[in-house]
Each structure stands twice: as structure tokens, then as C-alpha cells.
């Protein structure tokens, strides 16, 4: 069942994305051209996409138990620190030069258009390269968590 009502969403994700012309490149950067020929439709779509989510959660927040699941797996970090800044930094240059985000270039991927082809590859290229060395690079930064207290020195040689 978790696997049925996970792809239901994701069905009605895409075509959210379809019907709201996200998946539209130039409608996209033309949402971000704010001191050009701006397109003020996206943010009606926004603005909706975030009362829809947050209704979900207000109705999620006051259940026991999830449906499918045994229990919530709510976010249990709220801080901002350099790696989620970074990330939205990466991730808003991309939107802004290719005019698409992750979701939207899925739902594109359907139409094996080269550009897309290639900014699915590069994307998934980043999350491969991130997996294999972004945690790494934060674990040789964050020191590791001391348990009790540290071994003496060894006075054996002299």
C-alpha cells in the first residue's frame, strides 16, 4: 500500500506540475525575470502549492499515527548552517540558467528532450558525487563525538 499511494502522489505531483506550466522552461525564467517582461503566474501557483501543504500538515500534525508507516518521520534539525545555504545557493543558480528544477525535469524526462536528457544526467551526476564526497569533506570538519573520557598519553618512552 505505501508503495501504491506513493506513486498516486506522484501522479498528482506531475500533473500539478504540467497544469501549472512549471515544467516550462520559459515560463519558469520568466518568473524569474523580475526586472524584465516578469510573469506573475507562478507565484499564484506557489501561493497554493504552500496553503495545500500546509493544510496536509495541519491535518497530518493532529493524527496519532501516519496511515501507511509506523510512525511520523518529521525533520528533527531546524538550524541553518553552511551546507543547506550552499545547497540553495547551487540550487537556485541552476533553476535561474536552466529554468527548471528537479521535479519538473522528471516530469520532462517523458518527452526524452536532449536539454532535459542532460540536466536529469547532471543533476543525478551531483547528487552521486555528493553521496560519495560531500559527507566526507562535512565528517573531516565536524569533529566526532568523544565518549568518556580520552587515553593518557603513554609515558613508555620516556
Keep these: 500500500m505505501p508503495l501504491l499511494a506513493s ?11 504540467l497544469i501549472s506550466g512549471m515544467t516550462d522552461p520559459q515560463k519558469v525564467l520568466g518568473f524569474l525575470d523580475l526586472f524584465g517582461a516578469w510573469d506573475a503566474t507562478l507565484a499564484f501557483v506557489m501561493a497554493g502549492a504552500v496553503a495545500v501543504a500546509a493544510s496536509g500538515f495541519a491535518i497530518a500534525r493532529r493524527r496519532t499515527a501516519p496511515a501507511f508507516s509506523a ?17 540553495a545557493i547551487l540550487f537556485g543558480i541552476g533553476w535561474g540558467l536552466a529554468g527548471i528544477c528537479p521535479g519538473p525535469a522528471l516530469v520532462n524526462l517523458a518527452g526524452l528532450s536532449l536539454p532535459i536528457v542532460v540536466f536529469v544526467a547532471a543533476m543525478l551526476a551531483g547528487m552521486i558525487g555528493q553521496n560519495l564526497f560531500g559527507k566526507n569533506l562535512l565528517r573531516r570538519r565536524t569533529p566526532a563525538p568523544r565518549l568518556g573520557n580520552p587515553p593518557l598519553p603513554s609515558r613508555a618512552d620516556g
Design 7 to 17: 506513486f498516486v502522489c506522484g501522479l498528482i505531483f506531475g500533473a500539478g506540475l
Design 71 to 87: 510512525r511520523f518521520l518529521w525533520p528533527d534539525r531546524n538550524d541553518i548552517d553552511a551546507p543547506l545555504v550552499g545547497g
